[in-house]
């Protein structure tokens, strides 16, 4: 058996040895084009490359479109930008002219029908990647929309998909906005080539073949992409993994496949046989229970995923294929993916081999004005001023919360930036953002504290295909140690100008808790009253579908926090967050967590219910009853998964059992579930027995117990705002 070199070590050309194209004479602009005009200004007749995207043009290394295009750029390319165009014609597809090499698509910084509705599937009402939070600048499936739109505008141009709407579509996926399984969005779109996760690599290769005259569609082989094909190459062993429940007697399916996997042929003999071929050789398919035991190139294998026909009517062969999907996530052993659609195939290359530090500081460095096109003037793009001010320190997540799709799209393993890359764009910031007064937002990235943290055995990592590092339990091999990310905050904090950072991004208490010291740093210096957190349940069956720790674990480190909170003399809580209706989550789960929260004395504004995303694991499960986080047969235990919205609503409702809003709905919830033992004025009660008292004012209702005190962190605080006291007034 052949070891595929994959399997060893993952490796690509440096992103920046590329010979540059011609155009980088022509320096960097400094802001991408959006208009002919801006063009005439830098002398250029044409764009090498545009990009369309959804959202507003910030030229800002936290916008996609931005990172690509002046990445491009520093290539030697001539880069356009379309902004949230009109796609009800080609004609804004046309602004800046045809492009010479390709168009770039991506729907933006989020999926589209992500941006555009909500959980309980209402359109929303504002959209905070465009000016002024104005809603309805962009299409549904924008991918789509826009691609075919290019397309229109000038046909022999090739087009490339991008971003997270296209890497969470790349195979077929269930679509929660129709309630079923939809093609490839590259299917769909029509678009020539897909690139997945972390693009930069895929594309300084297809920029740079295409510029050498090479044509797209012999444009095939590159890690990140998924291309169409019509026919599969010749020479090549396909797994066949497009079935679960295969029969146990291995004869069985040796007489089906008429293959032997004891068979062992002599070297001599066997390369006496190769010398007499002459022409290619058929495909050679082997059953996925016998790939340990049968002799072929592993290099030169893929594995055959059920058709997109059978996922959409069979839900288990769903699951099968998103368990599948996301243990061929490691770059350094994961296999092509093959799924047919129709008459045609989906190729799925192996992930985008993650970037050196050297190639992410070379990424986060350039030239980048670190604000919003002026076209737009003083409209506010509320995204923008959410990040302004923040540092991305690293990529990638190997938590691998079900719920979540930054694994999906950024992998496991996590591609972290030097220190100086880090305080330089500090000193950046101090210097390009107006009106800085020395407040840093954020200092993150998918992650707080998985900064420098990685796999202590190379070994283990070439071979791992655990969905999470942290999940059961933390791996052994796992470095924990912050010292790389506390060392980082001193420094940062140091840096004139800099007054206060904020850590806004989300916190892996569970390796918190092995690093005190982390703990220590973070709560005396960059916790400003609250810190948000997420255990997202209190319950053990929720919590193993969401594959996140245990709530002792979130004991754990509350009671740090909070003593290390009293050590530096200052008063500050933590604000949980929850998940509503995750599958596997009973309702039974969400009263104890109820309790918990009564319990706790906390009073939970925002909440949220479980959005089913396209190719998460938890999407997997919402839509398939099954768990794919095991074996997957049609025997598997199925999942409690609550679809309908009445039963969702219940569970969100509980999230929020002190709003007298949801009294009446809670009450009769609680009789149907026969808990009426939880309604009534009890401390341990969780709604009143009766609806509040007419007041003396007709048409008013008594104020339920404690309704302007606001709950921080497990505390009651009982002075009341100014705020809070006009309002009464005006009542």
């Keep these: ?65 931005a990172v690509i295009g002046r990445f491009l750029e520093s290539q030697g390319f001539r880069v356009g930008i379309i902004a949230q165009p009109d796609w009800t014609s080609d004609a804004d597809f046309k602004r800046l002219g045809k492009p010479n090499l390709f168009y770039g698509v991506t729907a933006g910084n989020m999926d589209s029908m992500i941006n555009n509705y909500t959980a309980d599937l209402k359109v929303r009402n504002d959209d905070a990647y465009t000016p002024d939070a104005k809603a309805g600048k962009r299409p549904d499936r924008a991918v789509t929309v826009y691609s075919q739109r290019c397309k229109e505008a000038y046909k022999d141009v090739p087009v490339i998909l991008g971003g997270i709407e296209s890497s969470l579509r790349r195979i077929a996926q269930y679509d929660y906005w129709t309630n079923q399984v939809r093609r490839s969005v590259l299917v769909d779109s029509t678009a020539d080539i897909l690139l997945y996760g972390n693009a930069e690599r895929a594309m300084a290769e297809i920029a740079w073949r ?59 003999e066997c390369q006496s046989k190769q010398s007499e071929v002459t022409e290619p050789q058929p495909l050679r398919i082997i059953p996925q229970p016998l790939t340990g035991k049968a002799d072929f190139d592993r290099d030169k294998s893929f594995i055959r995923l059920p058709s997109f026909e059978k996922v959409k009517k069979d839900p288990t062969l769903y699951a099968h294929a998103s368990r599948v999907l996301h243990q061929e996530a490691n770059p350094h052993n994961a296999r092509i993916l093959v799924q047919k659609h129709g008459n045609r195939d989906v190729w799925i290359n192996p992930p985008p081999v993650p970037l050196e530090t050297s190639e992410i500081d070379g990424v986060f460095g350039m030239s980048y004005q670190r604000r919003p096109h002026p076209a737009y003037g003083n409209a506010k793009i509320p995204a ?39 305080l330089s764009e500090l000193e950046d910031i101090r210097e390009k953002v107006p009106g800085f007064a020395g407040q840093i937002s954020d200092l993150g990235g998918p992650s707080a504290n998985m900064y420098r943290l990685f796999c202590k055995e190379e070994k283990a990592q070439a071979n791992c295909r655990r969905l999470s590092c942290v999940f059961p339990g933390i791996c052994k091999n796992l470095e924990t140690s912050h010292q790389h990310t506390t060392q980082l905050y001193r420094k940062a904090r140091a840096i004139p100008g800099i007054k206060k950072i904020a850590i806004a991004s989300g916190l892996r208490y569970d390796l918190a808790v092995h690093d005190p010291e982390y703990i220590q740093e973070l709560v005396t210096h960059h916790v400003g ?147 009426t033992d939880l309604i009534g004025n009890g401390a341990h009660q969780l709604v009143p027995d009766e609806e509040p008292r007419q007041s003396k004012r007709k048409g008013a209702t008594a104020r339920p117990a404690k309704k302007y ?23």
Excluded at 709 to 731: F, H, P, Y
């Design 210 to 268: 295409l510029s050498n005259g090479e044509a797209i569609k012999n444009i095939q082989d590159i890690r990140g992409t998924a291309v169409v094909k019509s026919a599969l190459p010749a020479g090549w062993t396909e797994i066949d993994s497009s079935r679960v429940d295969w029969p146990k007697d291995v004869s069985s399916l040796q007489e089906a496949y008429g293959i032997s996997p004891y068979e062992y042929i002599p070297e001599d």
């Design 529 to 675: 009253g609250y810190l948000k957190i997420a255990p997202e349940h209190t319950e053990k069956g929720p919590l193993n579908q969401m594959m996140k720790p245990g709530i002792e674990t979130y004991y754990a480190f509350k009671k740090m926090f909070d003593h290390f909170s009293r050590e530096a003399g200052k008063e500050q809580y933590l604000i949980p967050y929850f998940i509503a209706a995750h599958p596997g989550c009973e309702h039974e789960d969400m009263i104890n967590l109820a309790i918990w929260l009564k319990k706790n004395k906390y009073r939970i504004d925002q909440v949220q219910t479980f959005y089913p995303s396209p190719m998460s694991l938890a999407t997997a499960m919402y839509y398939s009853g099954r768990n794919p986080l095991k074996k997957v047969s049609y025997k598997s235990e199925e999942l409690d998964t609550h679809k309908e919205l009445h039963h969702r609503r219940i569970q969100k409702a509980f999230l929020r059992y002190h709003d007298p809003k949801n009294w009446s709905f809670l009450r009769q919830a609680l009789k149907e579930l026969g808990r």
């Design 384 to 422: 923008y001023d959410m990040i302004k001010t923040s540092v991305n320190i690293m990529r990638g997540c190997f938590g691998g919360c079900s719920f979540c799709s930054i694994t999906e799209h950024e992998g496991r393993i996590i591609q972290s930036r030097s220190e100086e890359s880090i």
């Design 1 to 65: 058996m052949t070891k595929s070199s994959l399997q060893t070590k993952a490796c690509a050309p440096d992103l920046f040895s590329y010979p540059k194209y011609w155009a980088e004479c022509y320096g960097t602009a400094p802001y991408l084009p959006m208009s002919r005009a801006e063009m005439d200004e830098l002398g250029w007749d044409s764009c090498d490359i545009i990009i369309v995207t959804g959202d507003a043009y910030v030229d800002h290394p936290s916008f996609g479109m």
């Design 709 to 731: 005190q606001k709950a921080v962190g497990g505390q009651w605080n009982n002075r009341s705002s100014k705020a809070q006291k006009n309002r009464r007034k005006r009542r």
